[in-house]
């Protein structure tokens, strides 16, 4: 699976995909500037997590105009997978890559800890080796994490199986609803999810559940 991770002013998070890709593949990913109108031919775009601009402006809005995001939208458009974590879910958001928008956290206050998630959905390139229902922990580290759309997109991206992930009951770190940690595209190739896979690829890192995620895009799509 040929990869790359685009890389923003001020995020953080781009050297922890860059590390959990190469451990995963055995090939380091293409590290794309945000300022680059075009994307290598890959299978996988990643967009980090980590504070793009900062967060200055609305989480992700600044990242979202960057001229590397035509070419990934151009890229979900032709059906490549992307994968957008905490920052880069809200950048997808805000791209209208995926419906909705993150909000503050309802504690007003950053969270950063282990949080328990359930597999909700297997029928995607991201999950297809997790079991339904499979309760998984991946850390979080976010003050805008907050998951929220009208009644009618909800009711929309549950009835279609987009809902991936989800906090388990009791373990929402950040009011989301539904209690909604990652969602999938209309067209299933692009997912955003708040908590962070990518640490969770290595023992050191405290646990594994975040393997799974990788590998089941390896299947897929090499």
């Given at each position: 699976?040929?990869?790359?991770?685009?890389?923003?002013?001020?995020?953080?998070?781009?050297?922890?995909?860059?590390?959990?890709?190469?451990q995963?593949?055995?090939?380091?990913?293409?590290?794309?500037?945000?300022?680059?109108?075009?994307?290598?031919?890959?299978?996988?775009?990643?967009?980090?997590?980590?504070?793009?601009?900062?967060?200055?402006?609305?989480?992700?809005?600044?990242?979202?105009?960057?001229?590397?995001?035509?070419?990934?939208?151009?890229?979900?458009?032709?059906?490549?997978?992307?994968?957008?974590?905490?920052?880069?879910?809200?950048v997808?958001?805000?791209?209208?890559?995926?419906?909705?928008?993150?909000?503050?956290?309802?504690?007003?206050k950053?969270?950063?800890?282990?949080?328990?998630?359930?597999?909700?959905?297997?029928?995607?390139?991201?999950?297809?080796?997790?079991?339904?229902?499979?309760?998984?922990?991946?850390?979080?580290?976010?003050?805008e994490?907050?998951?929220?759309?009208?009644?009618?997109?909800?009711?929309?991206?549950?009835?279609?199986?987009?809902v991936?992930?989800?906090?388990?009951?009791?373990?929402?770190?950040?009011?989301?609803?539904?209690?909604?940690?990652?969602?999938?595209?209309?067209?299933?190739?692009?997912?955003?999810?708040?908590?962070?896979?990518?640490?969770?690829?290595?023992?050191?890192?405290?646990?594994?559940?975040?393997?799974?995620?990788?590998?089941?895009?390896?299947?897929?799509?090499?």
């Amino acid at each position: 699976m040929k990869s790359a991770v685009v890389v923003f002013p001020a995020s953080n998070c781009d050297r922890d995909a860059q590390v959990a890709l190469k451990q995963m593949t055995g090939k380091d990913p293409h590290m794309v500037w945000h300022q680059d109108s075009e994307l290598p031919e890959v299978d996988l775009v990643v967009l980090p997590g980590g504070f793009s601009y900062g967060d200055y402006l609305r989480c992700g809005a600044m990242a979202s105009q960057s001229a590397v995001m035509r070419a990934v939208k151009a890229h979900a458009e032709k059906g490549g997978a992307v994968l957008g974590i905490c920052n880069g879910f809200q950048v997808l958001t805000e791209s209208h890559l995926l419906p909705g928008a993150l909000m503050r956290n309802a504690g007003l206050k950053f969270v950063c800890r282990p949080v328990a998630l359930e597999v909700d959905e297997t029928q995607s390139a991201f999950t297809r080796k997790y079991e339904k229902g499979q309760r998984v922990s991946f850390p979080v580290a976010h003050g805008e994490g907050n998951y929220f759309a009208d009644e009618e997109t909800l009711d929309r991206l549950e009835g279609d199986g987009r809902v991936v992930f989800r906090y388990a009951e009791g373990d929402n770190p950040n009011g989301s609803s539904r209690n909604i940690a990652g969602i999938l595209s209309e067209k299933r190739n692009v997912l955003g999810l708040m908590p962070h896979p990518e640490r969770t690829v290595d023992p050191l890192l405290g646990g594994t559940d975040g393997r799974t995620l990788f590998e089941s895009l390896i299947e897929t799509l090499s």
